[in-house]
């Protein structure tokens, strides 16, 4: 009986230990995958303090944390600030770090944005500071180029953006929208076409048109399925 303990406790050790030591062996390969898909996916300057590999903190699952996040634009909005993060953390399962290249991207099942300040504008001119994914390449119908490769894709069942604040701004139309103490969590099943969330949503929200503020700091509470047609630009409130 003392044999078969002792067995089970070294094997234990060793679980724990491969679990500590684990992240550390794969960070480089995540942090420059995390890297890759920024270049790939983003026309603006993106810089982030430190990425992390945890396999304790969300277990079964990896997590995935970047800290200090920021997203700053190009020309017309030079030098202004989209998105600033102090982290962003993924799940996934342990077993999609160990896939090659060629056996396709990172799934990531759970996404959350914690305590970020995101500006979104409008110009008078009609640019928004938002548009920054980058166009996908066009292939003549004659070249056969090797299939597009991510290093992720999201098959999110739930995701949340903590502890946030908004604000929107439209110079044309003379509207300013801020929105603090935002908290919206969903989940569901995304797809690239038509997904359907249920999601709850709390914040605090000012709104001004022109001179005149309508709201100041009210608060709201809003529980919704919300559907998403990608393909037609459509987002919808279901029952």
Do not use: C
């Amino acid at each position: 009986m003392k044999k078969v303990l002792k067995i089970v406790g070294v094997t234990l050790i060793i679980i724990v230990l491969l679990l500590v030591a684990s992240p550390y062996i794969f960070k480089n390969k995540i942090k420059e995958m995390v890297k890759v898909f920024i270049n790939e996916t983003v026309n603006a300057k993106v810089d982030f303090s430190d990425v992390s590999l945890s396999f304790i903190r969300s277990f079964p699952e990896a997590n995935l944390t970047i800290d200090n996040l920021t997203v700053t634009n190009y020309a017309p909005f030079e030098n202004q600030q989209v998105i600033n993060s102090k982290s962003i953390a993924l799940d996934f399962a342990i077993t999609e770090l160990f896939k090659n290249t060629t056996d396709g991207p990172i799934k990531v099942n759970t996404f959350y944005i914690n305590e970020a300040l995101i500006s979104l504008k409008k110009n008078k001119q009609g640019v928004t500071n938002w548009d920054i994914a980058k166009p996908k390449n066009n292939t003549s119908a004659i070249s056969s180029p090797e299939p597009e490769r991510k290093p992720f894709v999201f098959q999110l069942d739930n995701y949340g953006i903590i502890n946030s604040v908004f604000s929107y701004e439209d110079q044309k139309e003379k509207l300013r929208v801020y929105v603090n103490n935002f908290n919206h969590i969903g989940n569901g099943i995304f797809s690239e076409t038509i997904s359907e969330l249920d999601t709850q949503t709390n914040l605090n929200i000012t709104l001004k048109i022109g001179e005149t503020e309508y709201l100041t700091n009210n608060s709201i509470a809003l529980e919704a399925v919300l559907g998403l047609d990608l393909e037609q630009n459509k987002y919808t409130f279901k029952d």
